[in-house]
């Protein structure tokens, strides 16, 4: 009998959690719809910010997924230099044009790391927000980095840099065909971990390569579901929270072996330390450092070395400057290898006697580097543009509204780094790559080192060409504006061919 009742039971079960599940996914339609009707049949009122219609998680949704696309389109089809949509239940406004820049960069009570929350699946309840603590752990953030960034600090990490760049291109061989997009970003995370950790940490290849993944893990884990339902027990979830604990235990393990060594060194964990940090707070300080400068540093210098390999007359002139650099700060008739005498040359002359590199690195990345930046409204509402801002609400700026605008740089989607160079030619128009007002990039001359080091070498050793993935030489690349990771060529995947030319 018992036998013949567990079919029903199952049966039962079965249509009870169908039902359930049913009513879970119609309410949770039916909350979106609501939310959204707003939009879908209300008008606009001058006065106000326009909003966007049509349902908020769909709007929400491209722009998280097309961020670059979703902001250029509805500005274009909106003819306003303001527009709201919703994040769920948070308002955000888009800007664009001179004066709703300039109080994007300078409003005191904007506030960047609130503002970023939104891209963390997650966002502040403004009441509960003290601006004066927020501003304050930014600037301790600054300071520190500052502090390990020292001259003197870089200056004697050089010849170990330039170790570790060398060692990763003798991986390469002799000559074969490499991706940018992999290759250069592991020399930019080798050099960003060992100026931002410890040598144990740095010269452990198998660990750097699992920190590495761990980063791009979390990287990518800001997926839109991941984003828009931060508590959906999905797979960016998972491997949010997965990444993150690994790197929190990784970097647990390095400091915890440097408090307990006998001899202190002069490592940057080693200088927390004797700060007084405690270990979590120096496993987020490095976390942050590691993070802020991978991403972006790396990216830059895959795409130098793309465009030159395109664009000979430019790799000619920086080949030049890099060798005229060597015969003036180094011995010519020395028989040691490239990388220990660019590694003798002061940084004063890497900061100052390069203009070709720094226009080519400027270039970049105006093309390249039109970041989506994010402030929260923590002060009073005000006015901008003749419309209001409530408190609480986001607002989001492409880099993109100057650095891609005719208004400003003429023919903006061509690699020309001799447009910084022409009098009264895009000389004195708005540069906001580095940060600018009340958010400048403290990392800038580090990161600026850092590209010019991996191409000073690339260039010293190889003959290089951009090539498809049959080997034939490949047209420059368009940006995928839409890709917020890593800002890969659009179409077919892009390679750099080399041949060695010296050791």
């Known amino acids: 009998m018992l036998n013949d009742t567990l079919p029903l039971r199952s049966e039962s079960y079965s249509s009870w959690m169908t039902f359930h599940y049913t009513q879970a996914v119609l309410s949770s339609l039916l909350i979106c719809l609501g939310i959204s009707y707003v939009y879908l049949f209300t008008g606009n009122d001058a006065a106000e910010i326009h909003t ?7 709007n929400a949704w491209t722009f998280f997924n097309k961020r670059y696309d979703f902001l250029r389109l509805n500005f274009e089809k909106t003819g306003h230099n303001l527009f709201a949509f919703k ?34 699946g997650g966002v502040p309840v403004v009441n509960d927000v003290k601006p004066d603590v927020e501003e304050s752990n930014l600037t301790q953030f600054n300071k520190l980095l500052l502090k390990i960034l020292q001259r003197e600090r870089v200056k004697e990490a050089m010849p170990t840099l330039f170790n570790d760049i060398h060692e990763r291109m003798e991986d ?32 452990n290849p198998a660990m750097i390569r699992k920190m590495s993944d761990l980063y791009w893990k979390l990287e990518k884990s800001a997926t839109p579901v991941g984003l828009l339902f931060p508590w959906f027990p999905g797979t960016a979830k998972k491997n949010k929270e997965n990444a993150i604990n690994g790197l929190y235990e990784m970097l647990s393990h390095y400091v915890h072996l440097r408090r307990e060594a006998e001899v202190p060194s002069l490592d940057v964990i080693d200088v927390l330390i004797a700060d007084g940090m405690d270990n979590s707070s120096i496993v987020q300080f490095v976390i942050g450092v590691i993070f802020a400068g991978f991403i972006n540093t790396g990216m830059v210098s895959s795409w130098v070395l793309v465009y030159l390999g395109t664009t000979d007359a430019w790799k000619d002139r920086a080949t030049a400057e890099v060798q005229s650099l060597i015969a003036a700060h180094t011995n010519t008739a020395s028989s040691e290898p490239i990388h220990r005498r660019l590694s003798a040359i ?107 080091m991996i191409l000073a070498l690339v260039l010293c050793r190889y003959d290089y060409k951009l090539v498809d993935g049959s080997g034939k030489p490949a047209k420059p690349p368009q940006v995928n504006m839409n890709d917020n990771h890593q800002r890969r060529p659009l179409g077919e995947p892009c390679f750099i061919q080399y041949r060695k030319i010296a050791e």
Not at 52 to 58: A, D, H, M, P, T
Not at 176 to 183: A, R, T
Not at 370 to 387: E, I, M, Y
Not at 394 to 417: A, C, I, Q
Request: with cysteine; glycine share 8%; hydrophobic share 40%.
């Open 52 to 58: 966007l219609r049509g349902f908020s998680i769909v």
């Open 87 to 120: 994040v769920m239940q948070h308002k955000v406004i888009a800007i664009s044009g001179d004066e709703a820049r300039k109080i994007f960069f300078n409003d005191s009570g904007l506030n960047s790391t609130e503002g970023n929350r939104l891209l963390r």
């Open 172 to 203: 390469w061989g002799s000559e074969g065909k490499m991706s940018p997009f992999k290759d250069i970003y592991e020399l930019v995370f080798q050099m960003i971990v060992r100026m931002a950790s410890c040598q144990e940490l740095a010269s």
């Open 346 to 452: 002061p940084i004063s002359a890497w900061e100052d006697e390069m203009p070709v590199a720094e226009s080519i690195i400027r270039e970049t990345l105006r093309i390249v580097g039109n970041a989506t930046l994010f402030r929260c409204n923590l002060s009073d509402d005000f006015r901008v543009c003749g419309k209001t801002v409530d408190k609480g609400a986001f607002m989001t700026y492409n880099l993109g509204d100057v650095h891609l605008n005719e208004r400003f740089y003429s023919n903006p989607l061509k690699f020309d780094p001799g447009r910084f160079n022409v009098a009264g030619e895009d000389m004195n128009a708005p540069f906001l790559a580095w940060g600018v007002g009340r958010h400048p990039c403290p990392g800038m001359k580090i990161a600026k080192l850092e590209i010019k």
